[in-house]
């Protein structure tokens, strides 16, 4: 399995792209989000504290500092 950032061919096993799934609360309410990220780019570990934006107009809206 290619555990690299990088492809060296169409089946060789590699982990990304990576589509994340986050749960975050705001006011007692919860929400979901979901973030691709390719493969140069850091995906967080399962179980690693980020930081998530939400929108304080639409809280349903976010995103992910990394």
């Not at 975050?24 to 140069?40: I, L, Q, W």
């Not at 850091?42 to 976010?62: F, K, L, M, Q, W």
């Amino acid at each position: 399995m290619n555990t690299k950032p990088v492809r060296t061919h169409a089946m060789d096993g590699a982990l990304f792209p990576r589509i994340i799934t986050y749960r975050y609360a705001v006011d007692g309410a919860e929400y979901t989000g979901k973030r691709f990220f390719g493969a140069y780019d850091r995906c967080p570990h399962e179980g690693e504290t980020i930081r998530v934006y939400d929108n304080p107009a639409h809280p349903a809206r976010s995103t992910l500092q990394i």
